[in-house]
Structure formats: structure tokens, C-alpha cells
């Protein structure tokens, strides 16, 4: 390895929602903190993500954003081009930033090979230059048999064998194991490491501190990106029109992604209601939720982070399409007694919601539920650069050189 200091390139699709560019964000800084040596550059699909605060070793450029559509189906989010054409232009920009950059450790989340396979020549360049490949998976993929033919479909598997060096899962096996009932061979097993869940601080993540007026206590009610969070927003909306005695305010954030007919529709309801405020986007989500008394959220992966970090009382309303992920870690979280959950087919009536509102502040906060090592994945993912950097110990061989991507879906 060169004496130039190491560098970390990371890939953050996220065409639907925000999931991608927060988790690989959270670690990005939480390595420049614990390394000052290390520079990171990220490249990012996100139309929002200038949105966000870097610290000065983390940086980011944008690639031509995409529109998730049904069935694993995508669009140009600007028209005037082919899809095929702009995954062209996306294949060939995150390429062109590996062979200048010259990253020295290659992370990809989620999606072994990228969107529609954008970042397989850049894994094969890199491997062919003996640069270390690291694929990062959620705690919850999907239900096993779904995930097993989406990952035959896209021709994912052969990757995890014959590209990746290592495989880090951002949870723990005694809460979650993605792989279980994916026939993976025991060599990939060998390659794969339960880093913990990804703690989350305090330090607010946008370039400017949310308003401070807001009536204390409060529920906080979280959509994530909000493309899919109407459901969410509605259920609470009319629990506060049922049951007037309902008195702890609410601030519900929609999220960006949220239709602007549905913002609209919302926003004209909540005029209408006392306790209840709502707006379209914050970045500092982590301002908003220490000083929330209690969360409602759908249980995306960064939501049940900051869940976990913030020792939040929570109720989660899980989706349960187009992907199982949300359900499968709501219902397991709530059997380990870390949240409260109520399921789309149990919440019939707003009668029902106003009473799980109700009874949200006296439930117990997750950190009475003790599992050990249950937010140390970022400690760990900063221990684990180190030993690939070779300066976790002395006297190793010479340290493989490192990249960063992350890949679409939340």
C-alpha cells in the first residue's frame, strides 16, 4: 500500500426514500471520526441529499437520479432520456470516480450488483486491481423466498461467492439473519459478520437545526421518505379527528417523497386539528426524536435505529408490501419487547389507533430489554477498516486497499 492516506468511495442509490444515503452517511462519518486519515467520497442517486451535513473528509457527488416504479421497474426522474441509456451514464460515472479515486475499500449496500447492475464492471475492476470488496445487507432483506428469487433474477449470487472478500450485516443474528433459507454456500458464511445495529447520535445530520417552537411533549410520527407513508399519516389523522380528549400534540413529518396531492390533502386536515402540526421534510430527524416522548413510524432500518439509540418508546405500523423487511423486523422487535406494533389488517378503526396513541407513553423504553451488543455496529465496522487498513495489529502483511457503495431500496 502507498503512503498517501487510505480512501473510501460509497455509492447511495436511493431512488425511493432516504435509507441508503442515511445508513452508508452513518458510517461514512462515523470512520472520519474515528479515523482522520480517511477520506470518503460518496456517490449518490438522491435528489435531496445536499440536504444533508458532511464532515470535511466526507464528500459527495450526484449521479442522474432514477423514479422507482412497480415491480422492481424504474424511470428517469427526468424525462427526455431511456432508462437503459441513463444506466449507462450511471455505470460509466461510478467507474470513471473508482479508476480516478482509487478508493482502497469497496462497500456496496443491499444489492450485490447495484441497480440493474450498475456497479458489477466497477467490482470487477476493482477486484482485478486487489482492492477489498464488501457487501453491506440490513438486518431484513425481504421474506427468504422472495429475496432468494430476486437475487437469482438479477444474477446476484455468483457475486457473493466469486467478488466479495467480506459480507457485513448491520444487525444481529439473535434478533434477524438475512441469509437464513438463502442457499449460500458455507464459504460465504465464512465471509459474513453480525456487526450490530448502527447507533446514532445526537448530532444533527442537516445543514440547518429544525425550528425550536415546538409544543413538548409530543409524538413524533415518521414516514422516512414518505413514498409510501400515506397510510401512516392517515391513521393518525384520524384517531385525532375521532377522539377529541386525545391531547399529546403530534408533528408529523410526511417526508419528501410523499405525493404533493396527498401533502396537500394532509395539510388541510391538520389545519383543522388542535394538537396536531405537520411538514413536509426535516433532515435533523435526530433533533425531532430526543425530544419526542414517543415515535410512530412505518420501521425502516434507520428509523428503528434511531428507535433503539434514542431509547424511544415506539409504535410501529409496518408496511407489508411490495417487501416483507418492515413487518418481519416490527413483529420481531415487538416479541423482543422493543416496540409496540399494530399490523394494516389489526388497525380497522381510528378507535383502535387512539387507544395504542393512548397507551404509547406508559409502555416500557427499549433499553430494558438488554441484548448485548445490540448498537455496536458502527464501533465494529470501525474496528473491522482497521484490521483491512492493517493497522489493528503490527507486523500484518500489507493491508488490502478500500471502497464504499450503497445500493437501492431502503
Known amino acids: 500500500m502507498s503512503n498517501r492516506q487510505p480512501r473510501m468511495l460509497i455509492y447511495s442509490h436511493d431512488s425511493f426514500g432516504l435509507g441508503h444515503l442515511r445508513r452508508c452517511r452513518a458510517i461514512a462519518q462515523s470512520l472520519v471520526a474515528y479515523r482522520e486519515d480517511l477520506s470518503i ?20 457527488i450526484r449521479v442522474p437520479g432514477v423514479v422507482k416504479l412497480a415491480n422492481e421497474n424504474y424511470q428517469p426522474h427526468s424525462p427526455g432520456i431511456s432508462i437503459e441509456d441513463l444506466m449507462t451514464i450511471r455505470s460509466s460515472i461510478i467507474l470513471e470516480t473508482a479508476r480516478v479515486f482509487e478508493p482502497d475499500i469497496f462497500l456496496v449496500d443491499k444489492e450485490p450488483l447495484g441497480l440493474r447492475g450498475e456497479v458489477e464492471d466497477t467490482l470487477r475492476y476493482l477486484k482485478d486491481k486487489n482492492k477489498l470488496l464488501v457487501l453491506g445487507l440490513r438486518d431484513v432483506m425481504d421474506e427468504p423466498s422472495r429475496l432468494a428469487a430476486e437475487w437469482e433474477r438479477k444474477h446476484s449470487l455468483p457475486s457473493l461467492e466469486q467478488l466479495y472478500d467480506h459480507i457485513w450485516i448491520y444487525g444481529l443474528e439473535e434478533v434477524h439473519d438475512p441469509l437464513d433459507g438463502i442457499a449460500v454456500s458455507e464459504a460465504v458464511r465464512q465471509k459474513t459478520r453480525f456487526t450490530g445495529y448502527l447507533r446514532r447520535g445526537k448530532t444533527p445530520s442537516g445543514l440547518y437545526p429544525p425550528p425550536h417552537g415546538i409544543e413538548e411533549p409530543f409524538f413524533l410520527v415518521t414516514t ?21 380528549t386525545l391531547n399529546m400534540p403530534a408533528k408529523i413529518v410526511m417526508g419528501p417523497f410523499m405525493g404533493t396531492n396527498q401533502q396537500t390533502g394532509f395539510m388541510e386536515r391538520v389545519a383543522r386539528l388542535k394538537h396536531v402540526e405537520a411538514i413536509a421534510f426535516e433532515a435533523n430527524m435526530e433533533a425531532l426524536m430526543q425530544r419526542a416522548a414517543a415515535v410512530v413510524a412505518m420501521g425502516g432500518y434507520n428509523t428503528f435505529c434511531e428507535i433503539l439509540s434514542m431509547d424511544k418508546r415506539a409504535l410501529i405500523l409496518p408496511r407489508t408490501t411490495p417487501r416483507a423487511e ?16 399494530l399490523l394494516p389488517d389489526d388497525t380497522t378503526s381510528p378507535h383502535q389507533m387512539a387507544e395504542a396513541l393512548r397507551a404509547l407513553p406508559h409502555r416500557r423504553r427499549p433499553s430494558k430489554v438488554h441484548i448485548p451488543g445490540l448498537l455496536d455496529g458502527l464501533s465494529v465496522i470501525n474496528g473491522l477498516v482497521d484490521q483491512y487498513l492493517g493497522t489493528a495489529a503490527p507486523g500484518d502483511a500489507e493491508a488490502p486497499r478500500f471502497a464504499v457503495v450503497s445500493s437501492a431500496g431502503a
Do not use: C, H, T
Open 41 to 60: 467520497l460518496m456517490i449518490a442517486g438522491s435528489p435531496i441529499v445536499g440536504a444533508f451535513s458532511f464532515s470535511p473528509n466526507v464528500d459527495f
Open 326 to 341: 418492515q413487518y418481519i423486523r416490527a413483529k420481531r422487535a415487538a416479541d423482543l419487547g422493543l416496540v409496540s406494533v
Open 224 to 244: 422516512g421518505g414518505g413514498g409510501d407513508g400515506a397510510m401512516l399519516v392517515d391513521w393518525v389523522l384520524r384517531a385525532y379527528e375521532f377522539d377529541p
